[in-house]
Each structure stands twice: as C-alpha cells, then as structure tokens.
C-alpha cells in the first residue's frame, strides 16, 4: 500500500504529521481561548448570581429592621426608627448568603443608602474576582431596592 501512494504521491512522507501540526494551531488559537472562557465565564455567573441573592437579602433585612412597626400598628403610618442599626443587620445577613466566599475566592462589599423620603433602602454591591486563567481582575456589581411594607 505504501508503496503504490510513493508512487503516485512521491513526496508523501514528507507531509506525514501535517494533521498533527493543524490540529495543535487550531487547539492553541481556538480551543484554549475558549476553555478560559467557559471556565471563568461560568464561575462569574455563578459569583454574580450569590451576589444578587445575597444583596437582595441584605436589602431586604436592612429595610424590615429600619421600620418602625409600633408606630405604624398606632397610627398607620410607615416611617423610619431613630436607631440606625440597619447597617449592622444588613451586613450581617450580606455575609451568612455568603458564607463561601472563601472557597471562590472573591472579595465583596456592600453599601447601603436609606432614602428617608421614599421610605426604601437602595443596596448595591461590588466584589473583586481574581481570575482563574489569564490573571487580571474583575468586577462584579449588583443591586437592589426594597421599600417598607406592612400589613395590619
């Protein structure tokens, strides 16, 4: 068999491994760039979404603990305490959401604003993330908005 190709093709074993050679540029330029990509493409999403359950908590929380609920079973209306404790609450729920940063290793903030007016609390959220592949950083930001609510 390898002789008829010598024949017909004389210059075939010259050419033998030339797969190999396409198969390695194309594994470097796209199959790699690509695994990076799904690898932390996919652990961002992941830090993304606790992010957002764990802002969404804290808000929460930040909001049903700054609301005066005495004075609103007294006289119906919906105010805000003179204790400000709410920041303590907020981030102390922030973090038992998150209790396994330290496995993913990112390293989040979060930042609450009382909006005395409109009788909400507005959270936001920013972590850093270190890459897996590639090395650099990345940001991470979510937020939420929960406003006082009872019901009598």
């Known amino acids: 068999m390898t002789k008829r190709l010598k024949a017909v093709m004389p210059h075939y074993h010259s050419e033998y491994?030339?797969?190999?050679?396409?198969?390695?540029?194309?594994?470097?330029?796209?199959?790699?760039?690509?695994?990076?990509?799904?690898?932390d493409?996919?652990?961002?999403?992941?830090?993304?979404?606790?992010?957002?359950?764990?802002?969404?908590a804290a808000c929460e929380d930040a909001a049903w603990s700054a609301a005066d609920?005495?004075?609103?079973?007294?006289?119906g209306e919906t105010r805000f305490r003179d204790n400000w404790?709410?920041?303590s609450i907020a981030h102390t729920t922030f973090?038992?959401?998150?209790?396994?940063?330290?496995v993913s290793q990112y390293y989040p903030a979060l930042r609450v604003f009382p909006d005395l007016n409109q009788l909400l609390v507005a959270c936001d959220t920013q972590a850093t993330v270190p890459l897996i592949i590639g090395g650099g950083t990345a940001y991470i930001e979510a937020s939420s908005v929960s406003q006082i609510r009872f019901s009598r």
């Open 17 to 39: 491994g030339g797969s190999m050679a396409w198969t390695a540029i194309l594994f470097a330029t796209v199959l790699v760039p690509l695994m990076i990509f799904v690898i």
């Open 41 to 56: 493409g996919s652990r961002m999403l992941r830090i993304r979404s606790r992010l957002q359950t764990a802002v969404d």
């Open 69 to 75: 609920i005495e004075h609103y079973r007294e006289t």
């Open 85 to 87: 404790y709410m920041w």
């Open 95 to 102: 973090q038992n959401v998150l209790n396994d940063q330290g």
